[in-house]
């Protein structure tokens, strides 16, 4: 078991490190090599998760080569593309944890809250403060803000116990990590989309951003009607927590250079992938890794903790690696899946379809539908990125009659709705084993009003700019 390990990270590492290097430089024994490196990668992925645990990615791949087989035959040339489909996101998604690293190397957290308590005196600046600090933390560490800021809370609010606050702090995290799926370009979900359905990154950047600060604020009305309901009164114990942590902070001299410090990472990773995104004629899915590697070096080098970031490397590369191999092979299967649905022209089904209901229905257009059909695979246990993947995946062959940024809202938005519901996908399990609550109490019961006035939120916007 341990050579599976070992085969099994090496395969990660060099399909990773070969996308890079195959685009920049042609080669076509590099790319065979590329896809054959891929098919390992499965492989030793199925030995090292067992059936049991590798039934989707199995699902996908079969129908793929089923679809194949029908369509086409069996071409080598055709399965080589579908397992490099998905290499450009698999790419993006094996360098994204370097940003952790960054965050974790000092206490940015503690010091802003520290700064900023006589902003946090009420239940209501509490809760937006928490969903504000989370929103931000996502862009370092994608779902695994959520257990993170859980633990910092409760750190504050220990003594705070039963459902009205486990309400109040889970969906503080869930809504604002749900909500980065909009507009955050570091979450993966987000960064396909925009690449594949070949949108404005400016312009879906800056719709997601105004949508995102209205659902804000109606979380926040949200929370205070949560709150009347479970006839609580959180403000009075938050200030005396408050008071009780400030009185083991640091210094404020401190406190305000941590501070200036994060907004300047925050500036200089967002910044610089935009601005050379704008500037260079390079597509998003390798221009974000580069610049987390390079960001990510000159920090450490800044720092002078060279010794501390070859530290993360071997760690991430013997524990870290091998924890992405499912999420890694779900998509290296559903690359071969999409790769063999374009070649049978099943965008152009699609869209005769939508043109014809259209006929019947003149006001319902595929806007609407987009984001439900998202929220159902998810509730069959597809995370954000797998749908993203599935269903960006077929848009992309279909020249739709709408601006590709609203196409990009309406889809992501499916993922934030997604990402608040259902059970049976990472950031719910994840808080769910934080809070210790169940999947279905975090996800459906404690946020489906939220979740429903989002979707109308989205689609109000959405409406309205197809007819303007």
């Known amino acids: ?214 659902a804000m604020i109606m979380a926040i009305i949200f929370s205070y009607f949560e709150e009347k309901r479970y006839g609580v009164d959180l403000t009075a114990e938050i200030k005396s927590e408050m008071d009780t942590v400030l009185e083991q902070s640091p210094n404020r001299k401190e406190q305000i250079c941590k501070t200036l410090e994060f907004g300047l990472l925050f500036i200089t990773l967002f910044g610089s992938i935009f601005l050379l995104y704008e500037m260079l004629a390079v597509e998003l899915m390798i221009l974000i890794p580069l610049v987390i590697i390079i960001w990510s070096g000159i920090y450490f080098l800044v720092k002078k903790k060279p010794k501390k970031l070859l530290a993360e490397m071997n760690n991430y590369y013997v524990n870290g690696l091998s924890g992405q191999s499912y999420q890694f092979s779900v998509l290296i299967s559903a690359g071969v899946m999409i790769f063999s649905m374009n070649q049978t022209g099943i965008g152009e089904a699609i869209v005769n379809g939508i043109y014809a209901m259209q006929e019947v229905v003149p006001f319902i257009n595929i806007l609407y539908f987009l984001p439900l059909i998202v929220v159902v695979l998810g509730f069959l246990g597809l995370g954000p990125l797998t749908v993203m993947v599935l269903v960006a995946g077929i848009l992309e062959s279909i020249s739709l009659p709408y601006p590709p940024e609203l196409v990009v809202l309406s889809v992501t938005s499916g993922s934030a709705i997604s990402i608040l519901l259902s059970p049976l996908i990472m950031p719910v399990i994840v808080l769910s084993g934080t809070n210790g609550l169940s999947p279905f109490k975090n996800g459906i019961k404690f946020n489906y009003q939220y979740a429903i006035m989002l979707y109308v939120l989205v689609q109000v916007y959405v409406q309205w700019m197809v007819h303007v």
């Open 1 to 214: 078991m341990r050579v599976i390990m070992k085969g099994l990270r090496l395969s990660i590492f060099l399909y990773t490190f070969l996308y890079f290097i195959t685009y920049f430089f042609d080669s076509e024994v590099l790319t065979r090599v590329h896809a054959i490196i891929g098919l390992i990668m499965l492989c030793l992925a199925a030995i090292h998760l067992k059936l049991n645990h590798f039934k989707l990615p199995l699902f996908l791949l079969l129908t793929g080569t089923t679809i194949m087989l029908s369509a086409e035959g069996f071409i080598p040339k055709n399965f080589q593309s579908g397992l490099l489909q998905m290499s450009n996101i698999i790419g993006l998604l094996a360098v994204v944890p370097m940003i952790g690293w960054v965050l974790r190397s000092e206490p940015y957290i503690e010091d802003i809250i520290g700064l900023a308590h006589n902003m946090l005196n009420t239940s209501r600046k509490f809760y937006a403060g928490i969903m504000l600090f989370t929103h931000i933390n996502s862009y370092f560490l994608l779902f695994g803000v959520i257990p993170m800021m859980y633990q910092f809370i409760n750190d504050i609010l220990k003594k705070e116990q039963g459902e009205a606050w486990e309400k109040f702090k889970g969906t503080a995290l869930l809504r604002a990590f749900a909500l980065s799926t909009l507009w955050v370009i570091s979450i993966p979900s987000f960064a396909f989309a925009v690449e594949a359905l070949n949108a404005s990154l400016s312009k879906a950047i800056l719709q997601g951003f105004c949508i995102t600060a209205a």
